[in-house]
């Protein structure tokens, strides 16, 4: 399976066509496990608009899954120590409105470690209005560092490539093979557009494992 994405080249800001190979089958292919969105499915969005402050009133306490035990580190953002929470998958979608300012590991994608792309998203807007957690994620170009820390390892990824994708397109759940390098994928929403008060599109950004190690 491969995409379009638009690489970034190290130290610079223009950018390049290419293709990057998403590791391991498609969805419905022979060899791709866990359960993946129906063709309905959309990627995670909050409506948290730039510069507006909103109020989630008397929703139901989110669905997450506290014990992960995982925080996220991102040197080029200033990010360290960022829980990461689990939120399951519902009717095709997922509720990250009260993720406030942890991740968000979008099951079922797998944990760093696993085999298969770990998907991971957190705001670009919080509920006042003001940037959240991801809210620099394009700063991030080709060769930076992310971190995940979980059970007693660090798992180092480096960024290699960006795209703007749709909210339909769920192609970065596709799962990596056997002996392929394990992919992370960071999403949030990008493109405000404040006529339907939600977002036109995603920012993914993708990282390929360099190795773990422990004790960082």
């Given at each position: ?36 969105p ?12 730039p510069?507006?402050?909103?109020n ?8 997450f ?14 990010l360290s ?11 095709g979608?997922?509720d ?21 792309n ?17 809210a ?70 993708q ?10």
């Amino acid at each position: 399976a491969s995409v379009r994405w638009s690489k970034v080249r190290q130290g610079s800001s223009q950018s390049a066509e290419s293709r990057l190979t998403v590791y391991g089958p498609r969805r419905g292919d022979p060899g791709c496990p866990g359960r993946l969105p129906d063709s309905g499915g959309r990627l995670p969005a909050s409506g948290f608009m730039p510069g507006a402050s909103e109020n989630l009133g008397s929703l139901p306490p989110a669905n997450f899954n506290m014990e992960l035990g995982m925080h996220l580190e991102i040197p080029r953002l200033g990010l360290s120590g960022m829980p990461i929470v689990g939120v399951p998958l519902a009717d095709g979608t997922w509720d990250v409105l009260q993720l406030g300012d942890s991740a968000g590991l979008l099951q079922p994608s797998r944990a760093p470690g696993q085999a298969g792309n770990s998907v991971i998203t957190a705001h670009v807007t919080d509920i006042s209005g003001a940037d959240g957690p991801f809210a620099q994620l394009g700063a991030l170009a080709a060769g930076d560092n992310i971190y995940v820390h979980a059970s007693g390892q660090v798992y180092a990824y480096q960024v290699q490539a960006l795209k703007e994708a749709s909210p339909s397109d769920l192609s970065i759940f596709n799962e990596g093979a056997a002996g392929e390098p394990q992919v992370l994928m960071l999403v949030t929403c990008s493109s405000p557009n404040h006529t339907t008060h939600t977002y036109d599109s995603r920012l993914v950004v993708q990282a390929v494992m360099v190795q773990p190690t422990s004790g960082r």
